[in-house]
């Protein structure tokens, strides 16, 4: 069972309190979810809206279609009438006689003096509508406002829960997860990944959608004892993330593509005076400023090549949030390992997808820093064939003395223009690369394995793929995936063991130049033979990939 | 032997003004009982920016104009270690305009020494912030059009709390500036009027000789509005050295309360996350 | 009607002080017998920074930051423009610091608009270079931990040569202060307060109203350094708008005495190069 | 018949000096040269040299070896040793006795009380090996410096050619150049081809090697009517260009790798709001701050993928200091046909090589605008599907509002977050990259048409393995060459008439990971099966081609 609820208006008309409450009832139901805010770049006025799709298993894809639309004024009601399933229904705060759109207005309600009671009397109806006992929306009392304000909105909620008590309820089939349940979105799993790692220093320019990783942070800093610090610009919020982190202290920053950009001369640097950096890229739509709180997928090729010279990265571009929280405590023992910088590619669904999910187990994880505590006579900073676990850095001995430099260097990290230097300083990076290569995770089939089609997907866009296959499958299509965290350095024979005679190759991203299949191409030889885009600005769905892929499919029966 | 020298042999011209601020510097430090293992310097790229690469200590020779957010970031990794900031006037005021400036506005524990030549050294002669106006120069060939940066001026208006100038031909004085600043804590900025023997036959050694006036003891370097004033001179009329300005307040990692120790000495471990992790259930 | 005005919805918050700076600049530009073909309305990245889309005239919105240089790029191609620059605080003075700082060495002939509402409008209310130390903002839980820019001062500093403050909500004030910036030929930076209804609850309306007070006609605003002093002023002793200083000198164009008439209006033609390559032979 | 003569020494001893009156002479005897400067990140002292190749045909590659070295002091004359052909001349300024060592030093010279006298001779005692007549030497009569001066440094050279003037000399097949020959470098090519495109405006900040173009133009600024500025910083440089482009002027902006990072972001505001921007990126070895004054060809994807999300642009790299000219002048017709941004490599070789080339012909050079002048009712700036000569800016008439902007935007430039509009303007990027391919120029094929071995080139490298296949040719090896100079789009089939069966690709490229091998697989599907690298910061040379190229083929037999 699945349902989709639909909470649209203007922003600041409370669509992400009423949400907020929507996702606590149906967490505490112990149902699962995802919800997706998709916002425009204002501050007030506009048309927001969130997408909460519920269900009782996991859910890695909002559907497009509500099942329920709550609409908190005339343009949302308007929007509800095209995004609302034909059997779904609509709820709105604005007085109306029209078929199909059930108002939240009595007088019961204006009689409650506050402005938010529309918007919670929606709340209390799509509680009635998912089945919720009334009790859920006891939240609505316990929060930071005032009790006056507790106790309205309390009220209200019970009319609109009233009102749509009658209607008939979804059965869920409730069963106790395995593990406990967290709830969170893709921002936070990344901070939360920081935290786990040790990392001491954040450092990031405000920038949508990437903010919500320092405020995180920001708002924990005093109990983890970090330092969390809004730079001047994103030049200088790399420059001291590298600072940091090449005197020990694990260190990272944040920001959207525009941001990024601004941070590719230093990245350079990071990478030639092997200093472990950790950086995440929230992807954006581009170019330039673009469309600010939106979703894409189009910074990979860019994020792969980005900065003059040659030099040993890594890419990981988490599936999911909670592969947002492994794969970032990950990153930092990468980088520390290899002495490179490591890029985090999420995107604006990822970072702003709240989803349930398995509690994050920390037992097993394993901070490995690979550094050098022994004093070593004539210690060579940068020794060429030495290339895991010869790292010091300024005061961790008493005797070392350590040299960063952004130019080509010798052993000692002083200039060097000799020739011989610069070419094993260049196949050290190589080497670097091939090592990393034997590190990294292989992506991930899912699917039958008689696939006849093989979907390729990377990052965000991979969870939701995944989804797809498992709907493709039950509709009995011989459809598989397979998904990539793990981006670069990448094997020439990665798709060796997938891509047979027969298997058509559907290459699924959320750009319109198909930037992963043009990397595929260029390691692996293959291309894929059809593909599936999206770049609107809006993210994937899963209900949509499955129509895609079920037109390909019947192209070439 | 001092130990922050070293035996290596520069790529400075012969007859260059860095070699008084590196020989300055590197007895500074050892005066005031420093080992190499005890100090960081950080700098940008040009000339002036070698210097970490001739000086035995903690180094870290960064990119044009960055200098001051890495050292920023150094120092909050570790502030045990001295830090020295060692870049061009390129470097700092051009490239490097807006760093300075916020990390001015964060009163970052450092002393910040600036090579100023009035000129692009390493680029071979271009005009810098500080190069004056209608100068001609290896690029500027009809004369510089845009008015000079006054260092010490803009300094001041930004909050820097320590606020000096000083002249590489006068070791005595600028040993005595760099001193100061490593005494005072917070921003310490200093300008140094150092002669590019090279590509500056304007701003010579003798130029800076004739022009240059120690501060009056009788100078108070409290006064921001007089500061601002006595900034206005130099050139013709005279270019004052000395302190400026002075103003004690917090250094920026005085303004973070929960930090009880270095960021660097914190064990950390995966552990952390569990209390979090149950918020969010 | 004022041929400036356009009919289209803003995305600003009701009560917004941007709405009260957009109406005086379109009256200023409308008494001034200005066209919408003859302006040029220049933008970084912001809330305050939408202003081009919201005016009838030629615009640029760029990027965050950067507004600076591509006026200057703008007014060198086609000075004829009458250039405005209508930017935010952060914009301005945080990722643009350095190109202000350069512009302003420059001279450019611009009216610069500074929207100051001392947060980060756009991105939801985090500290700007202007928030004050220890205020708590949605970023900034703990309060601020930089020292806050003095823009007047910053300016003055670096040699502007008009630098003044006015209040959104006093548009006789703010519609004055515009007609003398455009006026003045060379940079004229304004940085005008403005409420931002929606992030910043401590500098609202109110507390800009009961603070702001006019200079006094015997004012005199050719004293850089009583200029300067009078910049230090801010907060609850009193904010001093008005122009703070005014100077006279070449505009940056007025320094290339080989142009005779705008960029865009020579003819080109490959054969330039012709006595070039004859010096080649 | 070649000769190559190497001027060694510090810097400040007059090696560029010296190397200049050697060019003159060698262009007024008629013989052809390609002289390359290597030298230190430094102002005074180090190692530097120059390295002159005489021809009586034209040059494209300098010699590793020299045939007369010209040893300026101590240090210079211990690599004279290592880098003289067994046959070679070594002069020496050094008083010495060693055998196979000149000394230049005399009674006589030592009487010209001038410091430059040493290298005086040394120019002298060029002329005198190459075989010309005294009277070549009268340059140093005309220069810039005193009378005294210029007597002492023509009696020094007079002392010099003595001591030569009976050795054997070579014997040149001079014959009158059908087209007349001028001297420049590669720098001076790409700022000429701006003025003669009409560029208005250059913006840049300093940064070796590509502070020459500014230097260049900064010097002529009055009599092309230019405005050139020294900005604050790379960002400023391009956006400054950017706002002078969008306002009608054609503007230039040239950096080298570290500085093109800091465009990054601005190049992508370019590309969105259509404006005809033309940037050089003239290549150094990375990463970060390198090597400042050596080469290097590691930017190429870089470039190809710079700045977030997608857009058009076009990247073209000269292979010649002649083909830099006409290039540059093409980019800004092809810059302003499709309003998207051109991107210029080259690289500290191309840059720093003084070559003779004829005179740059302008008779058949047209500057093409593609604006729109005529007066347009409802005039919209950004029809989606109106990609050449639409274009209007402020001023071009008196009716028009011209709107530029950084984000998603409608047709007259104004903000929106709509997805067709979203989607209709990433069409239109795509469909003008459809577009543009069709103008660019298609690779040159050269050498024997019957070739077993195709090696693959692009910018600088591509002129010297021309000359590497002459000489292959010569030497009976079936081998050709494929040269790029336009770079991208690239086509998919681009090498479909070139790659046959039985003929091995060899992949030539100044960087170690062969980026533009990479490309051509990642478009074409063709991968090469050898490569030839170098990524010492040194050039390659046609003979050193020729010996990798001859292992690899007798490999294959
Ligand atoms: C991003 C970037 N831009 C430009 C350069 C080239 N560059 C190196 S040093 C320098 C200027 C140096 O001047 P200054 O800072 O005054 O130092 P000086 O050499 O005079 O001591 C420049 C422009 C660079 N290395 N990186
Ligand atoms: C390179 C880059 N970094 C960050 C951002 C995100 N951003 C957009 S507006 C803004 C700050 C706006 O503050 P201000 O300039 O004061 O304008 P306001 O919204 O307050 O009017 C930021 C950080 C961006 N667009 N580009
Ligand atoms: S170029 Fe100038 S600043 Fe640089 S070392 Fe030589 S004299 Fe000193
Ligand atoms: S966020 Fe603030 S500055 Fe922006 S429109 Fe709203 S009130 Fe105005
Ligand atoms: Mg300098
Ligand atoms: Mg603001």
């Known amino acids: 069972m699945k349902k989709t609820i639909v909470i649209g208006g203007a922003a600041g008309e409370g669509i992400n309190t009423a949400a907020q409450f929507v996702e606590r009832m149906v967490k ?3 149902l699962y979810f995802l919800s997706y805010k998709n916002y425009m770049s204002r501050v007030r006025g506009g048309y927001n809206f969130t997408t909460l799709t519920v269900s009782d298993v996991p859910v890695h894809s909002i559907c497009d279609e509500a099942d329920f639309f709550l609409a908190l004024n005339e343009e949302a009601t308007q929007f509800a009438k095209l995004h609302t399933a034909p059997d779904g229904l609509i709820a709105t705060t604005e007085t109306t006689s029209e078929s199909g759109l059930i108002s939240l207005k009595s007088e019961a309600l204006d009689a409650i003096k506050n402005k938010n009671s529309g918007t919670m009397a929606g709340v209390g109806a799509i509680a009635a509508y998912l089945g919720f006992e009334r009790d859920k929306l006891m939240h609505l009392e316990q929060t930071k406002w005032s009790e006056v304000i507790n106790r309205q909105n309390a009220e209200a909620a019970a009319l609109g829960y009233a009102l749509f008590q009658s209607v008939e309820h979804p059965v869920w089939q409730l069963k106790e997860p395995e593990k406990p349940q967290i709830m969170l979105n893709g921002n936070t799993a990344v ?98 400023t673009g469309l600010p709180t939106r979703t894409e997928q189009a910074d990979l090729l860019f ?48 970072a702003d997808s709240t989803v349930t999910t398995n509690r994050f187990e920390t037992e097993a994880l394993k901070i490995e820093r690979y550094t050098q505590t022994e004093p070593i006579e004539d210690y060579k900073r940068y020794e060429f064939e030495n290339y895991i676990g010869n790292r010091k850095y300024p005061g961790i001995d008493s005797q070392s003395v350590i040299m960063t430099d952004s130019h080509v260097h010798d ?95 559907v290459n699924v991203e959320g750009n319109a130049t198909n930037q992963f299949g043009k990397l595929l191409r260029m390691e692996t030889g293959v291309k894929y033979a059809r593909s599936i885009n999206r770049y609107d600005g809006r993210p994937f769905t899963a209900k949509g990939i499955v129509q895609s892929m079920e037109v390909i499919v019947n192209e070439s029966i | 032997m001092n130990p922050f020298k070293l035996n290596t042999k520069t790529t400075w011209c012969p007859g260059c003004g860095n070699f008084g601020i590196l020989e300055s510097l590197s007895q500074v430090l050892e005066e005031a009982s420093l080992k190499p293992q005890d100090v960081l310097v950080v700098s940008g790229i040009g000339q002036a920016a070698k210097l970490p690469h001739y000086i035995h200590a903690h180094g870290m ?113 600028l040993k005595e500036i760099i ?103």
């Open chain 2, 179 to 281: 001193k100061a600043a490593m005494a005072y804590k917070g921003y310490a900025l200093i300008d140094i009027l150092q002669p590019c023997v090279s590509f500056n036959q304007v701003n010579t050694f003798k130029w800076y000789k004739d022009r240059v006036f120690k501060l009056p003891e009788t100078y108070d370097p409290h006064d921001k509005v007089r500061a601002f004033e006595m900034a206005q001179q130099f050139g013709d009329e005279g270019i004052p050295i000395g302190i400026l300005y002075q103003e004690q307040k917090t250094d920026f990692l005085g303004r973070f309360s929960h930090l009880e120790k270095p960021l660097v000495q914190y064990e950390r471990s995966p552990k952390a996350v569990d209390t979090l992790l149950d918020e969010l259930l």
């Open chain 1, 411 to 505: 052993v000692y990290g002083h200039v060097s223009e000799a020739q011989d230097v610069t070419n094993a300083l260049k196949q050290k990076m190589m080497a670097k690369m091939k090592m990393i290569l034997e590190d990294l995770n292989k992506p991930e089939l899912v699917g039958v394995s008689d696939y006849k089609h093989l979907m390729i997907a990377w990052g965000s866009t991979a969870g939701i793929v995944r989804e797809a296959v498992e709907m493709l499958n039950e509709n009995g299509q011989k459809v598989a995936a397979l998904c990539f965290s793990d981006i670069y350095p990448m094997s020439e024979n990665v798709l060796e063991a997938y891509v047979k005679p027969g298997v058509t190759v």
């Open chain 2, 61 to 173: 020779n960064t990119l044009h104009g960055r200098a001051v957010p890495a050292a920023m970031g150094a120092h909050v990794a570790n502030p045990a270690l001295k830090l020295i900031l060692t870049s061009g006037d390129g470097d700092t005021y051009g490239e490097g305009g807006n760093h300075l400036l916020h990390g001015i506005r964060r009163n970052l524990d450092i002393v910040h020494m600036v090579h100023d030549n009035q000129v692009y050294g390493l680029t071979k002669g271009q005009g810098s912030p500080t190069t004056a106006f209608g100068q001609v120069t290896r690029l500027q060939y009809d004369g510089m059009k845009s008015d000079p940066l006054n260092p010490m001026a803009f300094a001041i208006s930004v909050g820097c709390g320590f606020v000096a100038r000083s002249f590489s031909g006068d070791p005595k004085h």
């Open chain 1, 28 to 30: 505490e139901k112990g």
């Open chain 1, 191 to 288: 901070a939360l990944g920081a935290i786990a790692a040790g990392a001491g220093f954040y450092c990031a320019y405000p920038m949508a959608p990437s903010t919500g990783i320092m405020a995180y942070l920001m708002k924990k800093q005093k109990t983890t004892h970090m330092l969390v610090e809004q730079a001047e610009d994103e030049i200088a919020a790399m420059m001291a993330a590298i600072g940091a982190a090449s005197n020990g202290v694990r260190a990272m920053t944040g920001t959207s593509g525009g941001g990024f950009s601004l941070m590719v001369e230093s990245l350079g640097f990071a990478a030639v005076s092997e200093v472990p950096l950790v950086a995440c890229n929230v992807q954006r739509p581009g170019p330039a």
């Open chain 1, 303 to 350: 994020t792969l090549f980005a900065s003059q010279g040659e030099f040993a990265r890594i890419v990981l571009a988490p599936t999911s949030v909670s592969d947002a929280f492994y794969t970032t405590f990950r990153a930092f023992n990468l980088a520390e390992k290899y002495q490179v910088p490591v890029l985090i590619l999420t995107d604006q669904y990822l």
